[in-house]
């Protein structure tokens, strides 16, 4: 989160997760518009490209990766990225219109809401079927839902973005992309950290 005047810090794990499920994601979107776009095209098409079956599986092997690295990333914002999501009290914060905390509050409403669209994009995507749409089949419930989370990522993502550029600016945006860490941030320290947590695990 961005301080007064101090450079905004991000750990190393989080970078490292946020970068990697924000391009997987990325992927998805796109070539999940070339699928729909080709093979489907009933709520409007650009027709960029012929309906063609490695477009699917290119599709799914970006959603394939995600999956995983969704997983994880998600684990680690519930766990150690708890307080930039949603808290206790942030229903109370919003009543303090356009004060500060009024902003970070909604900032951190919108970072959940970025993880629940992600949530909803990967788990439909866990139940579509390779094979529906080379066989005409566009009327699954599942596909629907699919469809439907395509529209709410796209927009979580523009609200994410917006957020970000409005409670901490460029230096904010920019700190998710640095390559310097702490010394005590550094990848070493993670064996250490997983080895005492192994030894005493807390949920
Ligand atoms: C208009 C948009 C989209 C269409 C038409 C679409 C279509 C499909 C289809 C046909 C499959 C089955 C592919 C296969 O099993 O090989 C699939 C799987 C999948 N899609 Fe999408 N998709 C769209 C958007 C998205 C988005 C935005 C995401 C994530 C952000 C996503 C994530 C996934 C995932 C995780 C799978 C499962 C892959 C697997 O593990 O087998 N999709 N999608
Ligand atoms: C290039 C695109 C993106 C940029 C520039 C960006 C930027 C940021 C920034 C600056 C933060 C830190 C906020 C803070 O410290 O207050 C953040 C956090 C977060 N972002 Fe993104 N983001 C991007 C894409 C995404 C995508 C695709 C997702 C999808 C899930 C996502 C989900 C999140 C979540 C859940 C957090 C909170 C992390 C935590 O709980 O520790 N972001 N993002």
Redesign the pocket.
């Given at each position: 989160m961005s301080r007064t005047r101090s450079k905004p810090y991000q750990p190393l794990l989080l970078r490292l997760l946020h970068g990697i499920n924000a391009l997987?994601?990325f992927g998805?979107?796109i070539?999940?518009?070339f699928?729909?776009?080709s093979?489907?095209g009933r709520f409007g098409r650009l027709s960029l490209s012929q309906a063609n079956r490695s477009l699917?599986?290119v599709?799914?092997?970006?959603?394939?990766f995600?999956?995983f690295i969704?997983i994880i990333f998600f684990v680690y914002c519930i766990r150690s990225g708890q307080k930039r999501l949603v808290q206790s009290d942030s229903i109370k914060k919003l009543t303090l219109v356009g004060k500060p905390i009024w902003w970070y509050t909604l900032h951190r409403i919108v970072n959940t809401g970025t993880l629940v669209?992600?949530m909803l994009?990967?788990?439909?995507?866990?139940?579509?079927?390779?094979n529906?749409?080379p066989r005409g089949e566009l009327n699954h419930t599942w596909?629907y839902i699919?469809?439907i989370?395509?529209i709410v990522?796209?927009l979580a993502i523009a609200m994410h973005l917006l957020m970000s550029a409005k409670v901490g600016g460029l230096p904010l945006i920019l700190s998710m992309f640095d390559k310097n860490y702490r010394p005590a941030d550094s990848p070493t320290q993670w064996f250490q950290k997983i080895g005492s947590w192994l030894r005493r695990p807390t949920l």
């Amino acid at each position: 989160m961005s301080r007064t005047r101090s450079k905004p810090y991000q750990p190393l794990l989080l970078r490292l997760l946020h970068g990697i499920n924000a391009l997987l994601i990325f992927g998805a979107v796109i070539t999940g518009f070339f699928v729909y776009d080709s093979w489907d095209g009933r709520f409007g098409r650009l027709s960029l490209s012929q309906a063609n079956r490695s477009l699917i599986d290119v599709h799914g092997t970006f959603g394939f990766f995600l999956f995983f690295i969704f997983i994880i990333f998600f684990v680690y914002c519930i766990r150690s990225g708890q307080k930039r999501l949603v808290q206790s009290d942030s229903i109370k914060k919003l009543t303090l219109v356009g004060k500060p905390i009024w902003w970070y509050t909604l900032h951190r409403i919108v970072n959940t809401g970025t993880l629940v669209a992600a949530m909803l994009a990967v788990v439909s995507g866990k139940f579509q079927d390779e094979n529906w749409l080379p066989r005409g089949e566009l009327n699954h419930t599942w596909y629907y839902i699919h469809l439907i989370s395509w529209i709410v990522i796209v927009l979580a993502i523009a609200m994410h973005l917006l957020m970000s550029a409005k409670v901490g600016g460029l230096p904010l945006i920019l700190s998710m992309f640095d390559k310097n860490y702490r010394p005590a941030d550094s990848p070493t320290q993670w064996f250490q950290k997983i080895g005492s947590w192994l030894r005493r695990p807390t949920l």
